[in-house]
C-alpha cells in the first residue's frame, strides 16, 4: 500500500534533476556525461527497497552525495581516456537554453562557473580538487559534507579547493572585460573573417594568443594548438578560402558571446573566445567533434 509520504518524497527525489545536472556537467565538463551521471545516481536510488528509501532524512543530500563519488570515479578514469584521445580535448560547449526550448529541468544554469576558461582550467585540476572546488565554492556544500563524498578531512577539503581557487586566479581576471565588450570583439572578429581581413584578424588577436580545436578524430582539426596572432589569422583564413562558403553566426557559448559555423543547416563548429586584460583575444577554443555538437542540432 502507497503510504502517504510517498508521493512527497518522489517529488523530493525528481526536483533535484537540474541541481544534479548542473553539478555533474561542471565537474565532468561534457553535458552526454551528466546526464548519464543523473540516470546512474537515480538508478542507485531506486535499487535501495522503499524501507531503505525511507530511511533517509535528506533525499537530496543523499543523492548529491552518491553523485560526487560517482563523478570522483569518472574523472579518474577520464583521464586515462584522454590519453589516448585524438587531438585536444575541449569541453563540451552549451548553447543559449532559450534558444533551444527544452525542458527547464534539464538545462544548465550559465554562470562564472561554466565559462569555457573556467571549464579547461576545471580539466587541469585533479579529481578531488574538482570535487572539492565545485561542491564547496558553487554549491556552497560545508567542508563537513564534501568530506563525506571525497573521502578526506574537511581541513585536507579546504586545501583542496584553495588550490582549486589558486589555479582559478588567471581565468577569473581574464574573464572580466564582460558580456558586451566581448560580443563586441567576437562580432569584429567575424566581420574580419568573412572579409578575409588578415590585419584586421590580427589586430583583434593578442600576439600570444592560442587556439585550440577538437575534432575528437572524427573530424579534420589541427592538433596541436597554434599560437601567436599571425598564426592564427593566417590558419583561418586558410580554412575560408578552402572550404565551401558557410555561414557564421553570433551564439551564446556557456553564457558568453561566440561564434557557430553552419553549413547545409547544420551546426560544425562551435567557437568560444577569452579576451585578454586589452580586449583582445587570448584563446579560442574551436569544438568541431559531432559528438559534442548535438545539442546544437536543431530538432
Known sequence: MTTPSEPSRLDAVMSERRHLLNLGYRMLGSLADAEDLVQETYARWYAMSPAEREAIDVPGAWLTKVAGRICLNLLGSARARRETYVGEWIPEPLPD????????ADRITLDESVTMAFLVVFESMTPAERVAFVLHDVFRYPFTEVAEIVGRSPAACRQLATSARRRLTPARTETAPGTDRQASVV????????????????????PRATATSDGGGRVLAHLLPIEGAEPIAR?????AQASPPRTIRERTVNGLPGLVIEFEGRVET???????????????WAVRNPDKLAPWQAP
Open 97 to 104: 537554453p532559450a534558444a533551444t526550448g527544452g525542458d527547464p
Open 187 to 206: 562580432r569584429r572578429f567575424k566581420a574580419a573573417w568573412e572579409a578575409q581581413d588578415i590585419e584586421a584578424l590580427v589586430g583583434l588577436l593578442d
Open 235 to 239: 590558419f583561418y583564413l586558410q580554412v
Open 270 to 284: 562551435v567557437f568560444a573566445f577569452e579576451l585578454a586584460d586589452d580586449d583582445r583575444i587570448a584563446r579560442i
